[in-house]
């Protein structure tokens, strides 16, 4: 067991993380390729309940396979321990400084009666 109660290796959870902030749409057979892990779907509820995170799942096809992508936040995302670091927390954080100069661009620009 890896990071708690995640039951799920740390790399898992760091991938997840980062291809969620990249603006992937993911699902379990991407995980199982690249990572090789079997858990995606125990990692999207941990980051929607405890971390908060407004992903969203899409059911494809007749299986209805799961496909989780992140939606809009008006908060910064919190990072699980395993992806404070590396390519999810540089992500995150390139996300961040899109948001706060989008944000400044629409307050800015009206003027005030």
Known sequence: MSGGLWF??????AWT????IKGR???HADEIAEVGAWRLGAIIHVLRTRYKWPI????????????YR???SEEPLKLPKSA??????????????KQTAAKGKQ???????
């Open 8 to 13: 799920s290796g740390d790399t898992a959870v």
């Open 70 to 72: 992140l939606g809009r």
């Open 84 to 97: 404070r670091e590396g390519d999810a927390a540089n992500a995150a954080k390139d996300t961040a400084s």
């Open 17 to 20: 993380c980062r291809e969620l």
């Open 25 to 27: 749409t993911i699902s």
């Open 56 to 67: 969203t799942t899409e059911r494809r096809g007749v299986e209805r396979i799961a496909y």
């Open 107 to 113: 307050g800015g620009s009206h003027a005030e009666g």
